[in-house]
């Protein structure tokens, strides 16, 4: 389905500036003496697990400040890459389950537990699988249980199962309740890059470019309900008094300090730490270097400000040498999609299935010459699925520079144009739409949904980006933020980027919006019941 994204993307960066105005008379005061505020429950961070663990707190009856250290709200979240996973067997009845992809499940389901939760998780899927298959079922099959699956194995089974369990099990309720809000979501259900299955949500951008839909529904919701939001107030202390958090203290972006003392909980919701290179390389054990020169795809306020915070109270931080990379180019993003992508190097072949894990989509490309991929589109993508716009709401032919974009009427051309030999560029083509009609694929991927043969075709130019940080603070099932000898610290929550635990030592695409909204409404409620 084509998406009205143009129209969107406008509404979003007018939302976006009202909202600004709106809460403007909580932004940065006149400098003067400190400023101290007083409330039940206070969230740091003003992105989507911020804003989630807000509205559901406010929503309990409970008087709550939200403290952003930008001018605007939304944080990371606003500039996602707009995709959120939950099994989903309404939308899924429309695709047809490949060869591939039911071997895939037998695969998993012939795995060795790894533990107790991985062996039920195992049973279900097998139960309802066998259903399926005997039913004759042809569309996608899929259930929370299979998530489940795909995130701990695709982690490596770093995540804690416990975590995982609840983040399935509240995967589709999590993409309801934000349409309950004002969200809308695509009917054409597609794979983000790294999902390893087809159950990404697509919104439709009526908030808004990238991840407003995801973030700014909301933040609505809770200045309607009366909650009041702080920009430009930067927490730098976590207040601890008798052993329980009671606030957080901070600066203004004018050098006003303030506190925000809060008699019923603290929210951590300050995202991970990927533009922040002296972080990310004293902790990175996996990747070559984690130096400046790799470029991060979160905003340079991705600064790991939570986890400092909560480290220095004596908050356990687990999993924090698991970094991602994500494939992609962040200035040309049309898609988050994979289904109807190919990767191809310099010299127009492919090199690894597409519908892979993140770490090894990157590990593959770093190895080509310079760490330079194209992904290459066809006109169904581009125009049909997308509307001719980026997710970034921009018009894509516009953007065709024959540098990081190229545009062509064949494929012979697009290889010429971009410096490929035609030759092997148009079998790296002809093999993948062989796949897609029930050929085996060479590199052995799964998703699949249409052939690359529309034109015109387009070539963007990607590389690698640092794009998640899986580490963080360790929590409960209730969002409690333990410290290093496992205890509750009473009073202290954590929802989004800044808790670890989850997803392990990889995140699969498309699996972080669904988190955010999860953990952050389980923050929130927490908070609000006095835990």
């Known amino acids: ?43 740091v961070g003003g992105g989507g697990a911020g804003f989630s663990a807000a509205l559901t707190a406010r929503e309990a009856g409970r008087e709550v400040i939200v403290i952003e250290k930008l001018s605007l709200v939304g944080g990371n979240t606003l500039i996602a890459g707009s995709a959120a996973n939950a099994a989903n067997p309404e939308l899924q009845r429309r695709k047809t389950m490949s060869a591939s992809e039911i071997a895939s499940i037998r695969n998993i389901l012939a795995l060795p537990p790894h533990d107790s939760y991985m062996r039920r998780w195992q049973e279900n899927v097998r139960r309802d699988f066998e259903a399926h298959q005997a039913r004759g079922a042809t569309y996608i099959f899929d259930s929370p249980e299979l998530h489940k699956l795909h995130t701990y194995i695709g982690g ?47 919104p439709t951008f009526n908030f808004g470019p990238q991840g407003s839909n995801f973030v700014l529904p909301q933040e609505r919701r809770f200045t309607q309900l009366g909650g009041r939001t702080y920009l430009e107030h930067r927490a730098e202390k976590i207040i601890m008094e008798g052993g329980r ?41 996996f990747w070559p270097t984690l130096a400046a020169h790799i470029p991060s795809s979160n905003i340079d306020a991705a600064q790991g400000d939570g986890i400092l915070m909560a480290d220095a109270i004596g908050a356990n931080l687990i999993d924090m ?29 492919r090199f690894i299935h597409e519908d892979g894990r993140r770490d090894d989509l990157s590990s593959a490309i770093l190895r080509q010459p310079n760490g330079l991929f194209w992904l290459i589109y066809d006109t169904q993508t581009v125009d049909q699925l997308l509307g001719g716009v980026t997710t970034s709401g921009r018009d894509v032919r516009s953007l065709v520079d024959n ?62 980006y640092v794009h998640h940080t899986m580490g963080g603070v360790e929590i409960n099932e209730y969002c409690q933020v333990l410290d290093r000898n496992g205890r509750i610290i009473p009073g202290l929550f954590a929802a989004g980027e800044v808790v670890g635990g989850i997803h392990g030592a990889n995140r699969l695409g498309a699996n972080a919006i669904t988190d955010i909204l999860v953990f952050g409404r389980i923050a929130g409620a927490s908070a609000a019941a006095g835990r």
């Open 321 to 349: 040498e698991w970094i991602q990379l994500l494939p992609i180019n962040w200035q040309i993003f049309l898609t988050a999609s994979i289904s109807n992508t190919i990767y191809v190097n310099r010299y127009g072949d």
């Open 403 to 464: 540098r990081a974009l190229f545009m062509a009427d064949t494929i012979e051309d697009l290889a010429r144009q971009k410096g490929a030999d035609p030759v092997r560029f148009r079998r790296a083509v002809d093999d993948f739409n062989a796949a897609v009609a029930g050929a085996p694929d060479p590199f052995g991927r799964n998703v699949f949904e249409w052939p690359i043969n529309q034109p015109p075709f387009f070539a963007v130019r990607g590389t690698v």
């Open 156 to 202: 490596d089974f770093v995540a804690n199962p416990r975590l995982v369990e609840i983040f399935g099990s509240n995967a589709l309720d999590s993409i309801h309740w934000l349409a309950s809000l004002g969200a809308g979501w695509s009917d054409d259900i597609s794979a983000a890059v790294g999902a390893m299955w087809t159950r990404s949500h697509m």
């Open 1 to 43: 389905m084509k998406r009205k994204i143009l129209a969107g993307a406008l509404a979003g960066i007018l939302l976006t500036a009202g909202l600004a105005l709106i809460i403007g008379c909580a932004t940065e005061p006149r400098r003067g003496r400190a400023i101290n505020l007083e409330t039940e429950i206070v969230v």
């Open 245 to 285: 958090a009671v606030g957080v203290a901070g600066t203004t972006s004018g050098g006003t300090p303030f506190t925000v003392r809060a008699s019923m909980g603290v929210i951590l919701a300050t995202g991970g730490f990927s533009s922040n290179v002296e972080m990310r390389e004293r902790y990175n054990r």
